[in-house]
Structure formats: structure tokens, C-alpha cells
């Protein structure tokens, strides 16, 4: 599941903001990734540069706060309660005791991710 949904992750980001775009590259270099913490730093940045180019966000705003930008910005509720749930995802990534088990939750966020790039289009 995991290399289908950053395949998929990649495909929203190219097609969207062009194969150049700084964050399709982080989305391959995550995808790329084996370690959670390194993982979940390169979707962070990625999401950062989506959500400051696209919903001026700013770039150094902690992802604890990107749902309540996105809401003040205008998104729509299910995608501010998904920005939620992924910030907490990824900060479970970066600081996971168990790194074996983060393999579902990769998966689960990286899902999460491919599901907002779609909707905060």
C-alpha cells in the first residue's frame, strides 16, 4: 500500500503543479524513505511549500496549526479535519518509539496526504 499511495502522491503533485514543483520532489524523496522520522520530515516540507504557495500559509507555521489556517483560509471542514489528523500523524512519525510499527501509519498518512492534495486543489 505504501509505495501505491506516494506513486499516487507524486501523480496528484506532478499533475497539479507540474513536474518541477519542490514538493513533488520531497513527495518522491518521502516515498523513497525507510525511516518514519525522515519520512515524515520530507511530507512536512512538502506541505508546507503546497500549503504556502496555494493557501498563504506561512511557510514556518507549526503543522499544529495548519488546520486552523486552512479553516480561517476558507477550506472546507472535512479537509481542516483531515490537515488535523495529519499533523498528528506526522507528529507520531517523528517521534515513534516503535519505529517497526509505524509502517501502517506511513501508509495511513501518506493516504491521508493523497486525499488533501485532491481536495484543497
Known amino acids: 500500500i505504501l509505495p501505491l499511495s506516494l506513486t499516487l ?7 497539479r503543479a507540474g513536474a ?7 513527495l518522491r524523496e518521502a516515498a523513497a524513505e525507510e525511516k518514519p522520522r525522515q519520512a515524515a520530515a520530507r511530507i512536512e516540507e512538502a506541505w508546507r511549500g503546497l ?22 483560509r476558507g477550506a472546507d471542514r472535512d479537509s ?22 509505524t509502517d501502517t501509519l506511513r501508509a495511513e498518512t501518506l493516504e491521508r496526504c493523497r486525499r488533501l492534495v485532491r481536495r484543497l486543489k
Open 9 to 15: 502522491i507524486v501523480a496528484l503533485a506532478r499533475r
Open 80 to 101: 481542516v479535519k483531515e490537515m488535523s489528523r495529519l499533523a498528528e500523524d506526522l507528529q507520531y512519525l517523528r517521534s515513534a518509539p516503535q519505529l517497526s510499527a
Open 51 to 72: 500549503l504556502a504557495e496555494r493557501w498563504d500559509v506561512p511557510a514556518a507555521a507549526p503543522p499544529s496549526r495548519w488546520a486552523e489556517l486552512l479553516a480561517a
Open 20 to 26: 518541477s514543483h519542490p514538493a513533488a520532489a520531497l
